[in-house]
Structures are given as structure tokens and as C-alpha cells.
């Protein structure tokens, strides 16, 4: 069966550092893209962070530009997320494109979702 699993996770203070990851089983990421997007209480899911295949392509928005780091090993996307601010509390998922090319906008596998609380 084709699954995310992600990890990571949980409550930090305002300032500190997390680090989520996802890992595919039954499927390779080898030849597809992996996001990491995030959802807030009320608001829509934003896309965070892209990475392609063989790291040819890296995109951050805006908000986390310069704060997180996204990587790939096999078959393990991680999102490194420092300086943690308020504001970046949400559910963060993680997904695959369910094909090549699409640069994390044709998502076709979804991680399970983890919170991330960042509060004094």
C-alpha cells in the first residue's frame, strides 16, 4: 500500500527549532516532487515548500524563506524549521505529485498530518 508517514512535530516556544519528515512506502519519490504545505485554524492550506527530483528545483514562500529548509534522502522529505514564530502554528502535511513534473501542484499521496504548536 502507497502511504506518508510523517514524524516530527509537537509544541516549541517562539524562537526554537522542529523538524518534520515524511517517507514514502510502497512508492518511490525518486521521480516526483514533495511539498510541505501547512493549515492553519481558519484559514486555507498554503504550500510552504516544494523540492524536485535530484534537488534540481527549490521553492519556499514568502513566510518560511530563510527559517526552513527542505531536503530529500531516499526516499524521506524533511522540512529543518527554525526561528519558529506564533504564526506558524498549523497542521503541516506533506505530499507527493502523483507523477513527474508537476512541481508539487498535482499532489497524489498525502502524509497523515502533524501539528505544530508555537507558543510561550
Known amino acids: 500500500q502507497a502511504q506518508l508517514v510523517q514524524s516530527g512535530g509537537g509544541w516549541v516556544q517562539p524562537g526554537g527549532s522542529l523538524t518534520l519528515s515524511c517517507t514514502a512506502s510502497?512508492?518511490?519519490?525518486?521521480?516526483?516532487?514533495v511539498g510541505w504545505f501547512r493549515q492553519a485554524p481558519g484559514k486555507q492550506r498554503q504550500g510552504i515548500s516544494c523540492?524536485?527530483?535530484?534537488?534540481?528545483f527549490i521553492h519556499y514562500s514568502d513566510s518560511v524563506k530563510g527559517r526552513f529548509t527542505i531536503s530529500r534522502d531516499k526516499n524521506t522529505v524533511s522540512l529543518q524549521m527554525n526561528d519558529l514564530k506564533a504564526e506558524d502554528t498549523a497542521v503541516y502535511s506533506c505530499?507527493?505529485?502523483?507523477?513527474?513534473?508537476?512541481?508539487?501542484?498535482?499532489?497524489?499521496?498525502w502524509g497523515q498530518g502533524a501539528q505544530v504548536t508555537v507558543s510561550a
Open positions: 505530499a507527493a505529485d502523483g507523477a513527474p513534473g508537476y512541481y508539487c501542484s498535482r499532489p497524489g499521496h
Open positions: 510502497g512508492f518511490s519519490l525518486d521521480n516526483v516532487a
Open positions: 523540492i524536485s527530483t535530484s534537488n534540481a
